[in-house]
């Protein structure tokens, strides 16, 4: 065996090794094409575990049902076990909404994870070599992306991993000629239809006029980056572990945070898991200065700009309002209600559980969200209140606001839910019956 096949061996291994632990099971992605026919050479000669998986796009009309059976019939001569499915591509792009490309990487890595589960392979293995890094980040760079589309495709991914990552797209032409490897190869390749295409034959041979060794610079770069990014997470860590507070579906990220060096990087990536952008990220930052009530939405979470605090939490559906005909358990929007009547008795009323003079009240009663004009007369106090400043003075973050509700009968308020009875519904030394009614 020529010395270079070795040597590819001897890096796949060590790479393969790295990625994990020895005595996996793997599920190898294999199109037909020279990437990942070489890939599965490699998993076979160095005698590893695998099965493969191939996936019919069905985009090629006749060509990719030959690379299917191609791939199939390799797989047949190594007694190696063979995972396939057909799906209509186009069909799905158009239902989801998708460009073709991000529908065909949907599919197939939904498929690969099931493959996985259910035959019991530990790692999904593809093909991606160090061209193919290259080509992620300068489509990447033209299109706009955060630090860590600059480093490119990872090694590893959950349960995927990238063994080829250490190899150029050379070094894998020329062991598969020197193992005299078949491969299909797909004609769309060729073309500059793809942007991937259109870097990969227009720009990359440019960059190589400039630098010959593009591929070397950019591995040694790479881990420039890389070793730089985990300083930065120590550091993003540090500064959440100050200034986030994160409860269980809420975030507050403190306003003394965002003067702190580097405050938009960290601001970013705190709000970006909830949908937030590095636009809105800058925007959030100029209007945390101004005045408290401003709010912002991703597709799936408000930051509400607070006095002292962001607030984000999921944008949810605000419930609609519940009529209370009778005593008994009501339930809204995961707050549980309970009305009892019963005998008068000398307990002391609570923020979540107060008694209101059964002959003060009468049925039905709503139970809604509080809106601006409401008031009520605070127990204990004698002039009545907008409940927009109870809750102010009560300091209420502007996020907890939104889910303060009320019970009213007949437009007058009874309670501002888990916060104060109204004093008009109050008991009293006569009082003879009550209704007990207790959040929980």
């Not at 099965?51 to 006749?62: C, D, M």
């Not at 063979?82 to 591509?89: A, G, I, L, M, N």
């Not at 008795?345 to 004009?373: C, E, H, M, Y």
């Amino acid at each position: 065996m020529p010395t270079f096949d070795l040597v590819m061996m001897d890096s796949f291994v060590s790479n393969l090794r790295t990625l994990s632990p020895a005595g996996s099971k793997y599920l190898v992605a294999v199109s037909g094409g020279i990437d990942s026919m070489v890939l599965a050479e490699l998993m076979a000669d160095t005698h590893q575990v695998f099965g493969v998986a191939h996936v019919n796009f069905q985009l090629r009309g006749s060509d990719s049902d030959v690379d299917e059976d191609f791939v199939k019939s390799w797989a047949a001569k190594r007694k190696i076990p063979f995972f396939s499915t057909r799906v209509e591509t186009n069909n799905y792009a158009t239902s989801q909404g998708l460009s073709i490309q991000m529908a065909a990487r949907k599919i197939r890595y939904e498929w690969f994870e099931s493959i996985r589960l259910n035959n019991g392979y530990d790692f999904v293995v593809t093909a991606h070599h160090i061209n193919d890094s290259i080509e992620t980040v300068l489509l990447n760079w033209a299109r706009g992306s955060s630090l860590e589309a600059w480093m490119g495709i990872p090694a590893s991914r959950g349960k995927i991993i990238r063994p080829l990552l250490f190899a150029t797209r050379t070094e894998i032409e020329d062991f598969a000629k020197n193992r005299s490897l078949e491969w299909r190869e797909d004609a769309s390749n060729q073309t500059d239809d793809y942007q991937r295409n259109l870097i990969r034959h227009q720009v990359i041979p440019q960059l190589k006029k400039i630098n010959p060794e593009l591929e070397k610079s950019w591995v040694k770069q790479a881990s420039f980056l890389i070793r730089d990014f985990e300083v930065m997470e120590t550091s993003l860590t540090s500064w959440q572990r100050t200034f986030v507070t994160v409860e269980t579906n809420k975030k507050r990220i403190s306003k003394k945070g965002l003067k702190e060096v580097g405050a938009s990087s960290f601001l970013y990536r705190t709000i970006h898991p909830d949908g937030f952008n590095r636009d809105q990220t800058e925007r959030i930052l100029t209007a945390s200065n101004g005045q408290s009530g401003k709010y912002f939405l991703s597709d799936s979470h408000r930051l509400v700009i607070d006095r002292e605090e962001l607030l984000v939490s999921p944008k949810g559906e605000t419930p609609e309002s519940l009529m209370i005909d009778r005593a008994g358990w009501f339930n809204r929007g995961g707050q549980h209600l309970t009305i009892e009547k019963s005998a008068f008795q000398a307990l002391v009323n609570t923020p979540f559980s107060i008694q209101v003079d059964s002959d003060l009240v009468s049925f039905p009663w709503v139970w809604r969200a509080w809106k601006p004009g409401d008031y009520f007369i605070p127990l204990g106090m004698s002039g009545r209140k907008k409940i927009s400043d109870f809750l102010i003075d009560l300091k209420i973050p502007l996020g907890d606001k939104e889910k303060v509700t009320v019970i009213e009968q007949n437009g007058s308020v009874i309670w501002v839910v888990g916060y104060r009875l109204d004093d008009r519904f109050k008991v009293h030394p006569h009082t003879r019956e009550v209704f007990l009614l207790t959040l929980k």
